[in-house]
Structures are given as structure tokens and as C-alpha cells.
């Protein structure tokens, strides 16, 4: 099992140009969530996906979009970067929601430069 | 601010010694998991306590939860040089939020 695969892994990307982060879970996982972490800090909720066919926002939405292509994958997408959004992202999944007592599963991430 | 605060961010202890770290929040919750991270790696999920639950054991790691004082804490036994991670606690809420602190570095020396 692969578990949690986010592509690319290291992007650099100048202020203004837009690209979408890959993240895709072999688990059958129900719940997919976009987070980032800037250094010296914890993980900050982006979006997150319930279920397939729905997005709700997390603690910091502004600047990015995501879509629920189906039940494997989410993708986050910077439609114009901003060097604030420097940062690692991270993608994981969990089986069930959260309140559920169910787990995150974490893909190893993507570090982002916007210069 | 942050839900949940690991205290303290960074700890450094011998081979062999016990390491604890507390993690304190602000608002009342349906679980809080503890998870480890790798320098350049994603978290990894170490245990999970409900909010009716006051201890709990997995293998080396022992958690326990006051939620009349909204706070945790992760004692790891007997620790090894593998255990030099990052630690974060997450406080889960509703449903599809998890809310995480800032962590606490752990150096194991050998």
C-alpha cells in the first residue's frame, strides 16, 4: 500500500503563476484534507472533504481552491501564489470523520517556494 | 490562537530516560490524538484519546487526559535515539476539523 501520495514534492513557483498540488489515498478513505506548516509551527487547516462530492473550509481557505476529483483524490489549487503561501503542504486522509475517532494518514508533503 | 499548546518545544534527554510532554487546549473536545513527525517527513499517528477516556497505553507511550483542566500529556518510556521526532497534539471538535499545536521537539541523545 502506497497510503497517502502527494506530487510534486518541491515546486517553485514566482508571485502571480498558478499550479494545483496532487494528492491522491489507496486506503478507501472517506475524509481527504489539505493542510500547511510553516516552520516552527503546527499544521493549519486548508480545506477539507468530507465525503466525495463535498469541500468545506478550514481555518485558512484564502488563495486556494481544491476539488474532489473522486473518491482517491483531492487536489488544492493556487490560482495566483503569493510568497505567503511559502510553506509545506500536506495531504491526508481518514477512514471516517474525525469525531468519529478515526485517524489521520499523511502523505509526506510538498514544499512550496513562491518568489 | 491554536486549540491545542505543546509544552515544552523542545526537550532533551538521554538514551533510556523518560520523556513527557503536556498539551494544553481551550475548548471542550470529542478526541485528541498525539502524532509524531520525522525531520522532512508527514505525521504519523501515535494514539488516540476520547474525551470519556483518562489513560491510555500503547507498547512505550502512555497518554493521559484531564479534561476538567483541558489538558494532555505523552510520556514516552525507556526512550531510544529513534524516538527523536517532533510531536504534536491535535484536539478534534467537529466533525472534519482536527486543530493542531505547534509541537514539542523531542532530541533522544544516544
Known amino acids: 500500500n502506497a497510503g497517502v501520495t502527494q506530487t510534486p514534492k518541491f515546486q517553485v513557483l514566482k508571485t502571480g503563476q498558478s499550479m494545483t498540488l496532487q494528492c491522491a489515498q489507496d486506503m478507501n478513505h472517506n475524509s481527504m484534507y489539505w493542510y500547511r506548516q510553516d516552520p516552527g509551527m503546527g499544521l493549519r487547516l486548508i480545506y477539507y472533504s468530507a465525503s466525495e462530492g463535498t469541500t468545506d473550509k478550514g481555518e485558512v481557505p484564502n488563495g486556494y481552491n481544491v476539488s474532489r476529483l473522486n473518491k482517491r483524490e483531492f487536489s488544492l489549487r493556487l490560482e495566483s501564489a503569493a510568497p505567503s503561501q511559502t510553506s509545506v503542504y500536506f495531504c491526508?486522509?481518514?477512514?471516517?470523520?474525525?469525531?468519529?475517532?478515526?485517524?489521520?494518514?499523511f502523505g509526506n508533503g510538498t514544499r512550496l517556494t513562491v518568489t | 490562537s491554536q486549540q491545542g499548546e505543546e509544552d515544552p518545544q523542545a526537550l532533551s534527554i538521554q538514551e533510556g530516560e523518560n520523556a513527557t510532554m503536556n498539551c494544553s487546549y481551550k475548548?471542550?473536545?470529542?478526541?485528541l490524538q498525539w502524532y509524531r513527525q520525522n525531520s522532512g517527513r508527514g505525521l504519523v499517528h501515535l494514539i488516540l484519546?476520547?474525551?470519556?477516556?483518562r489513560e491510555k497505553h500503547s507498547g512505550r507511550l502512555r497518554v493521559t487526559l484531564d479534561t476538567s483542566k483541558k489538558s494532555s500529556s505523552l510520556l514516552i518510556t525507556a526512550s531510544r535515539a529513534a524516538d527523536t521526532a517532533s510531536y504534536f497534539c491535535?484536539?478534534?471538535?467537529?466533525?472534519?476539523?482536527?486543530?493542531f499545536g505547534d509541537g514539542t521537539t523531542l532530541t533522544v541523545k544516544p
Open positions: 491535535a484536539t478534534v471538535v467537529f466533525w472534519g476539523k482536527s486543530t
Open positions: 491526508a486522509s481518514s477512514e471516517k470523520t474525525l469525531d468519529r475517532d478515526s485517524p489521520l494518514h
Open positions: 484519546i476520547r474525551s470519556n477516556e
Open positions: 475548548t471542550s473536545i470529542n478526541n
